[in-house]
């Protein structure tokens, strides 16, 4: 059974920073790619940033040079690094792992606001 647990949201500054963590359970971990995706208030939700089993990258144009995804295999966690937020980053922002179904944690709120 796979169990995806976000946490690290907040409410921050334009400018300010965060960290997000997704905490992973089941087997294998090592094996998949991981993702992190959000969704604002009324639209869809959207890539944001992932992460092959071999550790390539990929990021949507939005958050490149601002968002650095990484992942610690033997912890079986992913980190969504923010930096430079801006008020268009505030959405709910899930981790993702894809096995022969979809994995969704259960989302973390990211608030961009002076």
């Known amino acids: 059974q796979v169990q995806l647990v976000e946490s690290g949201g907040g409410l921050v500054q334009p400018g300010g920073s965060l960290r997000l963590s997704c905490a992973a359970s089941g087997m294998f971990f090592s094996n998949y790619a991981m993702g992190w995706y959000r969704q604002a208030p009324g639209k869809q939700r959207d890539m944001v940033a992932v992460i092959s089993r071999s550790g390539s990258t990929n990021y949507a144009d939005s958050v490149k040079g601002r968002f650095t995804i990484s992942r610690d295999n033997a912890k079986k966690m992913v980190y969504l690094q923010m930096n430079s937020l801006e008020p268009e980053d505030t959405a709910v922002y899930y981790c993702?792992?894809?096995?022969?179904?979809?994995?969704w944690g259960q989302g973390t709120q990211v608030t961009v606001s002076s």
């Open positions: 993702h792992q894809k096995r022969a179904v979809d994995y």
